[in-house]
């Protein structure tokens, strides 16, 4: 009797596919690094240009300190914005593109065709998947005797 009971996840496993992880990572932290260092290049050139001036200058012009960090703050929110825009129009595509290939092919395969090869491009994130898939349905062929 099989059991009906859905899965239960125990607990958080890092060792999971760890190139994958590694892979999706990297990527993620690599955008916010590369949009921390231009909201801080930012705040930086903003940040000397008022303090260029002289202190008495910069003292009359700015009455309270939100008055210097609004701009830094909006010029920060922007890039962080478009940078985690890019990444959410990027990386799902880096992942749906491979999905949305091996989709197709397991259709070929349902209709019958045990010779269907699932192939993705060099370097596709989920090419280790595709070849377990080839491994089974070469395993199916097999045990059903249409191979060697």
């Known amino acids: 009797m099989a059991d009906n009971k859905p899965y239960k996840r125990k607990k958080l496993n890092l060792q999971v596919k760890r190139r994958f992880q590694m892979w999706l990572l990297v990527r993620i932290l690599g955008t ?54 890019l990444l959410a129009i990027f990386l799902p595509q880096k992942i749906a593109g491979p999905v949305y290939r091996m989709e197709e092919d397991l259709k070929a395969i349902q209709d019958g065709d045990l010779d269907k090869q699932i192939r993705l491009r060099e370097g596709d994130p989920l090419q280790g998947l595709a070849e377990t898939i080839n491994q089974t349905i070469a395993s199916l062929k097999k045990r059903l005797g249409g191979g060697k």
């Open 32 to 85: 916010v690094l590369v949009s921390s260092l231009v909201a801080a290049v930012i705040l930086y050139f903003y940040s000397n240009r008022e303090v260029g001036q002289s202190f008495y200058e910069a003292h009359i012009t700015i009455r309270r300190v939100s008055d210097l960090l609004v701009p830094v703050i909006i010029a920060g929110s922007i890039v962080s914005l478009i940078s985690g825009a």
